[in-house]
Each structure stands twice: as structure tokens, then as C-alpha cells.
């Protein structure tokens, strides 16, 4: 991945692209000042760059629940028994391989993890317990929150302008 300088303008680019990335490159380049061609040129880089990782839906579960069920979600707290760079990196190999893991972070101090996660029902979390947690014999501690009710989803990185 190269070094890459950013301006005003890419910082304008990253911030609406945040916003709406559904926005066609003409309306883009309307809403930043610039030209079409200087638009796509500067998106493209900033993602040969590494700084726009992808580009995805974000779906509403509020209005899925009629047609899937409402779902479960829950913030879990790990900590483990043993701390060792390897016990950590084995860990958090396999719960990023989980599709049911929507977000993994480590965290200091208090617990190791805390995950989000996202199952259709109660029966699934106690698979996913049972798959991710119990089976692992340095997990010390579980404990989850479930959640029920999201009341802000803004999936944004703050941009200093």
C-alpha cells in the first residue's frame, strides 16, 4: 500500500462517501466542487490507497423483521484465561471467522473482547456459545448484553475538517 497525502478535497470525497455511497461520481463531483473526471480519479485513489476499505448496503432490520423475524443482537464481553499475544491472536482468529460476529474489538481494560453479534433467535446464541466459547478452554468469562433497541447505527469515521 502506498503513502498517500489527502487535501480538502479527499477529505470531502471520504465524508459524503460515508454519507451516501450510492451517490453517482457526477453527483459526487457536484457536491465536492469538482470536476467528473477529477472525482473518479481521486476516489479510485483513495482506494488503491487502502482508505476506502469497501463499499456495502446497510440494511434496515426494522423493516426485514417482518419478513425474517426481528433477530437477536448482543454485545458480549470475553475474557480469557491466559493474556499471550498467541492466546490472543488464536482467539480472535476464530471469532472473526464467524459470520455471526458482526464486529470484534479488543478492549482495555475490563475484558479482552467485546463482540456484536447477530443470531435469528436464542437457540442460535446458545450454538454460537457453545461453537465460539464453551469449546475454548481459555475463555474465563462470558457476559452479554442483548440489546432491544437500536437507537443509532452511524457507521462513520470522524473526519477532522
Known amino acids: 500500500m502506498e503513502q498517500i497525502n489527502i487535501d ?16 453517482s461520481n457526477q453527483a459526487l463531483a457536484a457536491l465536492v466542487h469538482v470536476s467528473p473526471p477529477t472525482c473518479l480519479r481521486r476516489v479510485k485513489r483513495l482506494r488503491d490507497a487502502g482508505l476506502i476499505e469497501c463499499v456495502i448496503a446497510l440494511l434496515s432490520p426494522d ?25 490472543l491472536e488464536t482467539f480472535e482468529a476464530r471469532i472473526v471467522a464467524d459470520d455471526a460476529v458482526q464486529q470484534c474489538y479488543r478492549v482495555s481494560p475490563g475484558p479482552d473482547f467485546v463482540l456484536l453479534v447477530q443470531v435469528a433467535d436464542m437457540p442460535q446464541y446458545l450454538a454460537l456459545t457453545q461453537r465460539l466459547f464453551t469449546s475454548d478452554a481459555n475463555v474465563r468469562n462470558v457476559k452479554a448484553f442483548f440489546s432491544t433497541k437500536r437507537a443509532k447505527f452511524k ?5 477532522a475538517q
Open 8 to 23: 480538502v478535497t479527499d477529505m470531502q470525497l471520504l465524508d459524503a462517501l460515508q454519507t451516501d455511497a450510492s451517490l
Open 63 to 87: 423493516r426485514l423483521a417482518a419478513l425474517l423475524g426481528h433477530g437477536l443482537t448482543a454485545l458480549v464481553e470475553i475474557t480469557l484465561d491466559r493474556q499471550g499475544a498467541e492466546f
Open 155 to 159: 457507521p462513520k469515521v470522524l473526519l
